[in-house]
């Protein structure tokens, strides 16, 4: 009986000290408000950005030239015409970025001269459209992977409360089967839209590991949420820009990407 009692007291005081131990190693649990002003704060330093948002693994900061074409899009002085123009721009330096981002191997090459040791991507790359604005954006990328497939989802943002509406999908046969898959998103506003198109592709067998999602401006609203609910995708962007006012819309923003960019504004 006694030596009963000293192993349940033993068992006792081994899962306080593992319990212990567990909240001092854990990390602080931050309200989301706080998180949004960290992610706020350290738009410009990619290490805490990093930690605060995992799936932003590339460094935000702007170059001069983006920043350049981003202060065209955004000013509402921009007509349709040069608004097109600079997006494909805007997307070519895009793709830029989130080529760094994929896997690639060396390769061995004969030039008219020489052996030569170069690089290409590791694997197949397929194409995700949000319609309407993932599809300006599509083109610009297709341009760059002329080889790789195209699925595309309509979700339509409801104009009052924000929230996505399910209209259309039309997927690859392939989308399943391990290839990168590039969803084009311009605008990363809520996050609703990009939740509700990954939600979908993972019902159909898309592992979460093999999404990168390439976006021309993000709020860290939308950032945060995507991280929390799929914390093994990666997110590609532009600008990084301050919050969303009250009715969702991006600050400073550009206004509706899909009214600038296809004139139904
Ligand atoms: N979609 C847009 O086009 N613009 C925003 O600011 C937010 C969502």
New binding site residues.
Partial sequence: MKVKAQAILFVIMMTLSYCCSALESAQPILPSSEVLTLIQANRDNPETLAKLLPIVSHPIKSSHYEQILMTQLRDQKTDTKNFRELSKKIGTLLVNKVVECLAAKNVNINTPVSRFQGLELNGNIELVSIMR?GDALVDTFINHFPKAKVSKILVQ?DEKTAKPNFQYMKLTPTIAQGNQIIITE??I?TGGSLDMAISLLKEKGVKEENILVASICAAPEGLLHLNTKFPKIKIVMTALDEKLNDK???VP??????DRYFGTH
Avoid: N, V
């Avoid at 923003?253 to 899909?258: A, E, I, N, S, T």
């Fill in positions: 604005s943002r311009p605008m506003a969702k819309y991006i923003g550009l206004g509706d990407f899909g």
